[in-house]
Each structure stands twice: as C-alpha cells, then as structure tokens.
C-alpha cells in the first residue's frame, strides 16, 4: 500500500478536470480519493458553475477527512459535495444512480478495482480519469483501460505525472476501438455504419 504522502492534484490537472466536468454536465460526480480536497474543489467549481450536480468524493483518513471539509465550508463549496469518509469501495459498491464522471485518486493499486466496482454504474460517454500515469502501481489499471476489448477509448493527457482519460463505451461502438488506423476504406464504412444506428 502507498504511503500517506500529500500528493494533490496539479493546477494544470485541476483546471483539465474542471473543463471536463463544464463539458459533461454530469448529474453525479465520483472521486476516489480527496486527500486534502484540492481535486475535489476543481470537481465542484464545475458542478457549482453547471447550475446541477453533485460530487461524492471518498477519503480513507479520518484527518485528511476533517480538513477537506474545513476547506470545503471555508470556500462555500460545501452544499454540493459529499465527503464520504472510511475505505471507498463499500459505499461505492452501494451507488444507486449512475456516475456522470469519475476521477480515480486513492491509491493506484485501488484504481482497477474500484473501477470494475463502479463499471455497472458507468453510462455511455461516461469519462473515467486517473491521475499520476508514471506511477508503476497503475500499470494494471492502464492495461486494462487501453485494452479496447473492455470498453473504453483511452488516451493519456500528457502533462506533469500525467492523466489517463477513459470513455467508456456503448457495447455496439466497441467494434470501432480494435486497430490502429482504420484506413479510407474503414472511415467509409465506419461513417455507413453510424449513419444506420
Ligand atoms: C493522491 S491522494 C488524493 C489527492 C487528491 N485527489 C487531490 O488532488 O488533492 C490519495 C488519497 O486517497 C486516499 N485513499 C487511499 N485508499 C483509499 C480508500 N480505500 N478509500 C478512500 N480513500 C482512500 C488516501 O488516504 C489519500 O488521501
């Protein structure tokens, strides 16, 4: 397991994820993993400046907890987040509505799982992110979100430790996420075939 060392997310990184969330509109924000609560702030800025959402964000440490919702009263951001406090895989597991968008930021050996955990709960179109992709303790959890046989179109954001950013797919259009380069002949066809859906 990693140790407790304070890494929040980058200013680049936090202003990338508040454009996402503006762009997505979700109704329901997940985060694993607020440390100290700066990602979350970007997450809820968004939410804030949608006019609708909500960010439920997971944080193991009982201090770190405290002073994220400190932080979170003192900035006014407070009504639209919900800090759930304790290991995240159990309430998570329990969502009863959908996730609009995840941000993966607890310990990246947790990342793949808590992913499979939320999968059920992931629309279509639904952007999955995960912070610091040079960590070694990730590379399972970039394995399994390039592999398009499992859902996603995955491309990596290439700043500071860098972020992967995962659509998830629907069923149909994971036909379209195996090969390089399609080719002229397979643009044609692919344009035929999303005009018949
Ligand atoms: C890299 S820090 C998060 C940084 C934060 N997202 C930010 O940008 O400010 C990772 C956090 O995940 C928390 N964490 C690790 N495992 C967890 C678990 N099972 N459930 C909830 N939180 C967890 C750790 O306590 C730590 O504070």
């Known amino acids: 397991m990693a140790s407790g060392i304070y890494m929040p997310i980058s200013e680049p990184g936090g202003r990338l994820l508040y454009s996402l969330v503006r762009a997505a509109r979700p109704g329901l924000?997940?985060?694993?993993?607020?440390?100290?609560?700066?990602?979350t702030l970007f997450l809820a800025a968004a939410v804030r400046d949608n006019g609708t959402g909500r960010v439920v964000t997971t944080e193991l440490s009982a201090a770190k907890a405290a002073a994220?919702?400190?932080t979170f009263a003192a900035t006014g951001l407070d009504d639209v987040i919900i800090?759930?406090?304790?290991?995240a895989l159990?309430?998570?597991a329990a969502l009863d509505e959908p996730a609009g968008?995840?941000?993966?930021?607890?310990?990246k050996e947790l990342c793949l799982p808590v992913l499979r955990l939320l999968e059920p709960r992931l629309a279509p179109g639904t952007l999955v992110v995960a912070d610091d992709?040079?960590?070694?303790?990730?590379?399972?959890?970039?394995e399994y979100?390039?592999?398009?046989?499992?859902g996603y179109r995955s491309l990596t954001f290439p700043y500071d430790e860098g972020m992967e950013i995962s659509c998830r797919l629907r069923h149909r259009e994971l036909r379209f996420s195996t090969g390089a380069h399609p080719g002229e002949q397979g643009h044609r066809r692919r344009k035929a075939q999303l005009a018949l859906q």
């Open 101 to 107: 968008f995840v941000l993966l930021d607890g310990w």
């Open 133 to 142: 992709v040079d960590m070694e303790e990730l590379a399972p959890y970039l």
């Open 90 to 92: 159990e309430p998570l």
């Open 29 to 39: 924000v997940v985060e694993f993993g607020t440390s100290y609560g700066i990602s």
């Open 68 to 70: 994220a919702r400190r």
């Open 83 to 87: 800090l759930l406090e304790g290991d």
């Open 145 to 150: 979100v390039r592999d398009p046989a499992n």
